[in-house]
């Protein structure tokens, strides 16, 4: 059944926050699944987002796969390229790189994908994603070779997601970047929840619980975390129900 995308808009009717624990497959050791699967299971966590930047080809579906037989959380891919798109998820995030200008992100790997995703039966869901600076080059800047947006100008990002939402995009995500140093800080999010009336997303650099719960407090229907687990899984003791 396709409806991870209803159950958010539900969630988010029913007043509930929404978590993603991120898994990039890269950094993610497959023996550790069963065991990090079950601090995620015991935690507030909603979804389970898996990508990266750089995975290497198959790698995607046997960490999804080994996640599927321990958890009913909906398994969502975030994908840094075609080559990360797996039947064994349900669902997919159709990122459009928004805050940039490299066709490739913003229609040509769409493009590939489709022959791909024709053999899934993928729960598709378009996705606006803005990638605003920090101060340290991430991943995604590197490998989409995109400028990311000026924090300072706050309404230039708004501009940006509005124009997403117009041409049909069902989720935003704003993106710090992985491992960021700073995260997105309460200013841009409620700015942009302001105006947006789709479901707003948030994550990078999200390393404490005050963090958290300030992207909640700004707006955030949904916070994603993803290293501060990979560098300490004791992160978990501020997720507990
Ligand atoms: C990255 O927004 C996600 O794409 C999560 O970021 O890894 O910094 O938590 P972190």
Same mark, same amino acid.
């Given at each position: $059944?396709?409806?991870?995308?209803?159950?958010?808009?539900?969630?988010?009717?029913?007043?509930?926050?929404?978590?993603?624990?991120?898994?990039? /497959?890269?950094?993610?050791?497959?023996?550790?699944?069963?065991?990090?699967?079950?601090?995620?299971?015991?935690?507030?966590?909603?979804?389970?987002?898996?990508?990266?930047?750089?995975? !290497?080809?198959?790698?995607?579906?046997?960490?999804?796969? !080994?996640?599927?037989?321990?958890?009913?959380? /909906?398994?969502?891919?975030?994908?840094?390229?075609?080559?990360?798109?797996?039947?064994?998820?349900?669902?997919?995030?159709?990122?459009?790189?928004?805050?940039?200008?490299?066709? !490739?992100?913003?229609?040509?790997?769409?493009? !590939?994908?489709?022959?791909?995703?024709?053999?899934?039966?993928?729960?598709?869901?378009?996705?606006?994603?803005?990638?605003?600076?920090?101060?340290?080059?991430?991943?995604?800047?590197?490998?989409?070779?995109?400028?990311?947006?000026?924090?300072?100008?706050?309404?230039?990002?708004?501009?940006?997601?509005?124009?997403?939402?117009?041409?049909?995009?069902?989720? $935003?995500?704003?993106?710090?970047?992985?491992?960021?140093?700073?995260?997105?800080?309460?200013?841009?999010?409620?700015?942009?929840?302001?105006?947006?009336?789709? /479901?707003?997303?948030?994550?990078?650099?999200?390393?404490?619980?005050?963090?958290?719960?300030?992207?909640?407090?700004?707006?955030?229907? $949904?916070?994603?975390?993803?290293?501060?687990?990979?560098?300490?899984?004791?992160?978990?003791?501020?997720?507990?129900?």
């Amino acid at each position: $059944m396709k409806e991870v995308y209803n159950n958010i808009l539900e969630a988010i009717l029913n007043n509930k926050k929404l978590l993603a624990i991120l898994i990039d /497959p890269d950094k993610f050791s497959v023996d550790n699944t069963a065991s990090f699967i079950k601090k995620v299971n015991m935690s507030v966590a909603t979804h389970i987002f898996v990508g990266g930047s750089t995975v !290497e080809e198959h790698v995607t579906e046997i960490v999804v796969s !080994e996640i599927k037989k321990h958890t009913y959380l /909906p398994v969502v891919l975030f994908p840094g390229d075609v080559s990360q798109i797996t039947k064994e998820a349900d669902a997919l995030l159709f990122l459009s790189l928004i805050s940039g200008r490299n066709p !490739e992100y913003l229609i040509g790997k769409h493009v !590939e994908a489709v022959s791909k995703l024709k053999k899934t039966n993928l729960e598709t869901i378009p996705t606006g994603y803005v990638l605003i600076e920090n101060e340290k080059k991430t991943a995604i800047e590197e490998v989409s070779k995109t400028t990311p947006m000026s924090r300072t100008n706050i309404q230039k990002i708004v501009d940006t997601v509005i124009a997403g939402e117009l041409l049909g995009m069902k989720l $935003m995500y704003l993106e710090a970047g992985s491992g960021a140093k700073e995260s997105l800080n309460q200013e841009i999010i409620s700015s942009v929840k302001k105006e947006l009336k789709i /479901p707003l997303i948030v994550g990078g650099g999200i390393r404490s619980k005050s963090e958290l719960e300030n992207a909640y407090k700004s707006g955030a229907d $949904m916070v994603v975390v993803g290293t501060v687990l990979e560098e300490d899984e004791s992160f978990f003791d501020n997720l507990q129900m």
